[in-house]
């Protein structure tokens, strides 16, 4: 089974600028959540999609947002860019069933902002 | 809001030792407790979920506790290996759905 993929890998922009990250799944998985990790503040949660529609949201500004897509396939999106959104952004995916917590992280996108 | 700790940053131990590494929090009430492992670059691997209501976890070599009274999660690593050395990250939830992480403990095993 194919892992949780995240395009791009590295990402260079300005500030005020916009980003869009993808993130796909592990094939059947239905939920997917989206985390920042920086060196100060570790990994902390942005939100979680669920059936396309978002079911947690985490403390972050509305300038972070995401959708997801009937494939299960996961977009976040970054708008106006500040330094601090510089960071590693890692979606992780899961089946959601009664019996399953375990999340399956991708290899995430290094956002750096300048 | 929630607190979750994790001891030293850096944890140095002797290969064919116990690790220990601990997790505690403050101001919530986890029903659900995981352990990760993160190597440099990539992205945390699940290793061990224990429930509220277990005490107690082991798979191979990893055992883990949860004690909700001390509000503390112990993680063993016995018979440590070089290849052990990594970063462990606990997470925690109330929910299921939506988890907590602590900023992780960095650990190395020394030949």
């Known amino acids: 089974k194919a892992g949780v993929t995240q395009t791009p890998r590295y990402l260079i922009k300005t500030r005020g600028q916009q980003v869009t990250l993808s993130c796909s799944p592990i094939?059947?998985?239905?939920?997917v959540s989206w985390y920042q990790q920086t060196p100060g503040q570790g990994l902390q949660f942005l939100f979680e999609?669920?059936?396309?529609?978002?079911?947690n949201k985490g403390n972050f500004p509305g300038r972070f947002s995401g959708r997801q897509f009937s494939n299960s396939r996961s977009e976040m999106n970054v708008s106006t860019l500040e330094l601090g959104d510089s960071a590693l952004y890692l979606c992780?995916?899961?089946?959601?069933?009664?019996?399953?917590?375990?999340?399956?992280f991708g290899p995430g996108t290094r956002l750096t902002v300048t | 809001s929630q607190k979750i700790e994790q001891n030293s940053e850096a944890l140095n131990i002797q290969e064919g030792k116990t690790a220990t590494l601990t997790c505690n929090y403050t101001n919530y009430s986890p029903a659900y407790l995981q352990w990760y492992r993160q190597d440099p670059g990539r992205g945390p691997v699940f290793l061990l979920l224990i429930r509220e209501n277990e005490k107690e976890k082991r798979k191979e070599r990893l055992k883990v506790t949860f004690d909700t009274t001390l509000k503390q999660s112990l993680f063993h690593i016995t018979a440590s290996q070089p290849a052990d050395s990594a970063t462990y990250l606990c997470?925690?939830?109330?929910?299921?759905?939506?988890?907590?992480f602590g900023t992780g403990t960095s650990l190395t095993v020394i030949p």
């Open positions: 997470a925690l939830s109330n929910t299921g759905n939506q988890f907590y």
């Open positions: 094939s059947g998985h239905r939920s």
């Open positions: 992780a995916s899961r089946s959601r069933d009664r019996t399953s917590y375990e999340q399956y």
């Open positions: 999609y669920f059936s396309e529609t978002q079911r």
